[in-house]
């Protein structure tokens, strides 16, 4: 929510760490990517940093489990956009809808069939610490 409020009015991006838990996930890290999108309602996560993001991941016996950004001005559900670019099946989309100063968190998995929506727990009393 932190990277969601700084890059506003644009959109923030990143990936998210750490494994599946059940019928859910267990996220470790997040890597705060750069926006290669020329539109500052959308995003674009740079390659060089999905690389790098997956090698941190695989070196801590983990992998890259989802992705986050945001949406200025909007709500925290998926767009057509994100619908259009979505293709890694089981994939955890979290989607922060900031004005700047509030911001609201949800949580999807993307499935052939579309996004699901998912409920957020924080599963240890510490924040997520950022590994970019």
């Known amino acids: 929510m932190a990277a969601a409020k700084t890059a506003f009015p644009r959109e923030c991006c ?13 996220a470790t890290a997040l890597y705060p990517a750069r926006n290669l999108a020329a539109a500052a309602d959308r995003f674009e996560i740079d390659p060089a940093d999905r690389v790098a993001a997956e090698k941190s ?15 200025p001005n909007g709500d925290p559900q998926p767009s057509p ?13 979290l989607i922060a809808a900031t004005d700047g100063v509030r ?3 949800a949580g999807f998995v993307y499935r052939p069939s579309g996004f699901e929506a998912i409920a957020l727990n924080e599963a240890v009393p510490s924040p997520l610490h950022d590994r970019g």
Not at 14 to 26: N, Q, R, S, T, V
């Open 14 to 26: 990143g990936l998210i760490e750490g494994a599946p838990d059940g019928e859910g996930f267990f």
């Open 57 to 71: 991941a695989r070196a801590r016996g983990h992998g890259i489990i989802g992705c986050y950004h945001s949406h």
């Open 81 to 93: 956009h994100d619908f259009s670019g979505a293709a890694e099946e089981n994939f955890l989309w």
């Open 103 to 105: 911001c609201r968190l």
